[in-house]
């Protein structure tokens, strides 16, 4: 009744405060409240009663051996007992997933009490006031008499429910009896404290594990309001039911009273970075002897048995210190008295955020804050009257988040000041970050303002200029050194220029310049099909012992450990021994000295050249559809359609598609180079099919000039029959003569009768291969593909050598003679031409792909 009058109360004085913006009143208001009832107002104050004397079993096995030794009696009369979490049959045995806490703690579920905890008695001693039979009674003393406006119960009933009366003695020897308090079986009763602590047989030390039994339950004893001042001595159990469940009762807990009354918290005062001074009233009559705080960065309230942070405050206000800079912190308070409670409960909770410090580093890539017209905390932004500055999510740099600035020529220019650094005149530190504009050049300036509220204090320290419209650019990343000579009182900034530019930035640090800096503007050129040149901008200073690069086939950045591919004291390296056709990366960095070297740079990532062939074996499994061709061909598109496509393939899941319209130029497709394109040794083999059972044409020859569709020669028009791959006749053969050009390059076209034509499995290769290579084939077979490190063949029989060929026709590796199983191991990943040479000449080959 006397909480619902008070938030009455509390509520017609909100309404006050709402109607009349009176800060005060509202204060007053709770002090009012406080008046009237200092324990009601506040949360439950829950505390535990240790028991001294009363138990007479120990029904709980612990520690190592039989759970008949570490236990005087069960729970149910039938053998059963509680096991605690530390119980193993032998000290070898499986530690407990379950069971009852090893320090006797049991913290209640129930949903009405939140931080009602209980303490067990002893686990290796008696533990349990058990009564078996009807009218068995025990007394249970408490350790030290508390006051409390509800008692609380835990207790369990084995081998069916049972009933108890329960007596309480004050320390003035009265008494209040509850009569026939009801407790549930210790499996399935509603109300429990804690559940599914499993139990074991104390005749055959068999556990038994359960999910949500045995249990313990809770039941409110409440206290008389004439008797809530009393502390309470004892406790005296009375089995009153008369079936067969056998009681047990564990432990009691309080929901202690107090006549200490709890402050209330009155508004934060002085805030610096690392304090907060805080002060709070109590009533008048309050007899405090001193005062608590509890201070946390969590919203989670104590309880009556958290340590306090700060103790002994003898007035009714302090500063609280040793804070974080820019942090929220949440804070409670209590009054120590000197009278039979001896504290109150925690006040409400108050809470406040430090104020922005100077920083000595920092790094900010935005990720952490919404979207909008906004800054990050201890930063500023000045927009004067208008132009943009926002957060954004907009393709940062990394994570989710980066700033965004914009103004139109009309308008005026942003300003996103950073945080105040206590070593800005140091001359030791940069500012680096990443930044890119939507169109290229761009001007950002980096600076500072004496007054973070006004750009009339702007000063320019460098102006940038951004060339780059990705974040992905080597040349991303932007350094600012600041010079000794700013101000002391100096925050730096960063303002764009009113172009009509959308400008971008992300990752930023503040940091010490390192000792040894990084090469930039790293640039890749003059790409062979072997080689390439790396060059960059040399460190300033320069590096005393030159440079190393790493130089890698994946864009997995080298660590400060890896082992460079090379070094140098020029500022250009040619990168030779490469593999046609295939991308790289390259990182450099600067060697000071034999102890201190710079970070990797930003990767440099180029494509070698496509080399002439000597043979070629290409299923198009390793492309994706669409209007395309492998790596190293040529499309000539002219208006007809030609794509790779998953329709029905020859073998594994692409092949060739071609399909011209009666109005329409057809399309060409042009084969790599072939270095003995005009050997006369070498034939052009593939399959193929058209759609219409009345056949078609495809055209096989070659051109001269790849970007010509004119100059397509005719060798032979293949008169295409087929119309499914499985069929006998699907596989063509086109010889090519030695009277073709040398600059010659071999082409597929189609032709405008609008049907569609599809082929696969096609090879360069030797005329030799042919007079038992397809009876071989069909018994042969090379798996798995792809593979990791083994190829295994089929069949050995006939088999003479292997030799795998990387896509440009080298030789990587030659196997006489060779097993079922294959080593491949020292390959790298990649495409590879598997040619297998049998004893009467013949080949086969197949392309392979090593993982």
């Known amino acids: 009744m006397l909480i619902s009058v008070l938030y009455c109360f509390f509520i017609k004085f909100t309404a006050i405060i709402l109607s009349n913006m009176k800060i005060k009143l509202f204060f007053g208001a709770l002090n009012a409240i406080a008046l009237l009832s200092a324990s009601s107002m506040t949360a439950q104050n829950f505390q535990t009663m240790p028991i001294q004397s009363g138990y007479n079993a120990d029904v709980i096995a612990n520690g190592v051996g039989s759970s008949s030794i570490s236990t005087t009696t069960d729970v149910d009369g039938v053998s059963f007992a509680f096991v605690a979490r530390d119980y193993q049959l032998t000290s070898s045995s499986t530690a407990l997933t379950y069971g009852i806490p090893s320090d006797g703690i049991i913290n209640s579920v129930v949903a009405g009490t939140p931080g009602l905890s209980y303490k067990l008695g002893d686990l290796s001693g008696n533990n349990s006031l058990r009564l078996a039979n009807t009218n068995d009674t025990g007394t249970l003393v408490f350790s030290t008499p508390k006051a409390a406006v509800t008692l609380y119960m835990l207790s369990t009933s084995g081998s069916g429910a049972s009933t108890a009366n329960v007596v309480v003695t004050f320390t003035d020897n009265s008494t209040q009896t509850f009569t026939n308090v009801s407790v549930s079986d210790w499996y399935g009763g509603t109300n429990f404290a804690i559940q599914g602590i499993g139990r074991i047989n104390r005749n055959t030390d068999v556990l038994e594990a359960n999910a949500t039994n045995p249990r313990l339950y809770q039941n409110a004893l409440a206290i008389d309001g004439a008797n809530q001042t009393k502390p309470i001595q004892s406790v005296t159990v009375t089995k009153t039911s008369t079936a067969q469940g056998y009681t047990n009762v564990f432990a009691f807990s309080a929901d202690a009273f107090s006549d200490c009354a709890a402050p209330v918290l009155q508004p934060v005062g002085t805030l610096t970075a690392n304090s907060a001074q805080v002060s709070w009233t109590v009533p008048a009559t309050t007899q405090a002897s001193g005062y608590e705080i509890y201070y946390s960065t969590s919203n989670t309230a104590p309880t009556s048995s958290t340590a306090p942070t700060l103790t002994s405050i003898p007035g009714t206000s302090t500063t609280i210190g040793s804070l974080s800079a820019n942090t929220v912190y949440y804070y409670w308070v209590r009054t120590k008295c000197n009278n039979s409670t001896g504290q109150s409960v925690w006040s409400f909770s108050g809470t406040f955020k430090t104020l922005c410090g100077p920083m000595t580093s920092m790094f900010e890539n935005f990720d952490s804050y919404s979207t909008g017209s906004i800054v990050p905390d201890c930063w500023a932004r000045i927009i004067n009257t208008s132009g943009t500055q926002t957060i954004t999510t907009t393709s940062p740099a990394s994570g989710t988040r980066n700033i965004y600035q914009y103004s139109t020529t009309s308008q005026n220019s942003t300003y996103v000041v950073l945080p105040q650094f206590s070593n800005v005149n140091a ?87 390192p000792s040894c800096i990084t090469p930039t503007a790293v640039v890749a050129s003059n790409m062979t099909t072997v080689s390439a040149d790396v060059t960059w901008t040399t460190a300033s200073p320069a590096p005393a012992n030159g440079y190393e690069y790493f130089v890698s086939t994946t864009n997995t950045a080298p660590l400060a450990t890896t082992p460079p591919s090379g070094t140098t004291s020029l500022t250009t390296i040619n990168i030779a021994n490469l593999t046609p056709n295939t991308t790289y990366y390259v990182w450099v960095r600067s060697v000071c000295s034999t102890s201190d070297v710079s970070i990797w740079s930003y990767p440099v990532t180029f494509k070698t050249l496509c080399g002439p062939m000597t043979m070629l074996s290409e299923n198009f499994d390793s492309y994706g559809t669409g209007d395309l061709v492998p790596d190293c061909w040529v499309r000539l598109a002219g208006t007809g359609s030609q794509t790779i496509t998953s329709t029905t393939p020859a073998s594994g899941t692409r092949n060739i598609y071609q399909y011209t319209s009666t109005s329409s130029t057809p399309t060409t497709v042009v084969l790599p180079i072939f270095t003995n394109i005009n050997a006369g040794t070498h034939k052009l083999r593939f399959k193929a099919r058209v759609t219409s059972t009345a056949g078609g044409t495809l055209n096989v020859g070659y ?56 082929w696969d499995d096609i090879y360069w290769e030797a005329n030799t291969l042919g007079t038992s290579e397809v009876a071989t084939k069909k018994s042969l077979s090379v798996y798995p593909n792809p593979f990791r490190d083994v190829l295994y063949i089929s069949d050995l029989k006939d088999v003479k050598s292997v030799t795998v060929n990387d896509v440009s026709g080298r030789v990587v590796k030659l196997i006489d003679n060779p097993g079922k199983e294959l080593n491949l191991s020292t390959l790298n990943s990649g495409l590879y031409l598997l040619s297998i040479t049998f004893k009467d000449g013949s080949k086969s080959i197949t392309k392979v792909i090593k993982q």
């Open 427 to 513: 001359g030791t530190h940069w500012l680096r970050f990443k930044a890119r504009v939507t169109t290229s050049p761009g001007t950002l300036d980096v600076g500072y303002v004496t007054d973070a509220t006004s750009s009339a204090t702007f000063t320019s320290i460098q102006t940038l200029v951004i060339n780059n419209t990705v974040y992905t650019d080597p040349n991303a990343e932007y350094k600012v050194i600041v010079p000794a000579s700013v101000p002391a009182n100096a925050r730096l900034a960063i303002m764009n220029k009113n172009d009509g530019k959308s400008y971008y930035w992300d990752d930023v640090y503040w940091e010490a310049i």
């Open 703 to 758: 051109v001269t000039n790849t970007a010509d569709a004119s100059s397509f020669v005719l060798l032979e028009a293949l008169s295409i029959t087929n119309t499914t791959y499985t069929a006998a006749n699907s596989e063509y053969t086109v010889t090519v003569p030695a009277s073709i050009p040398a600059n010659a390059r071999l082409a597929i076209k189609g032709i405008n009768d609008g049907k569609s034509y599809y």
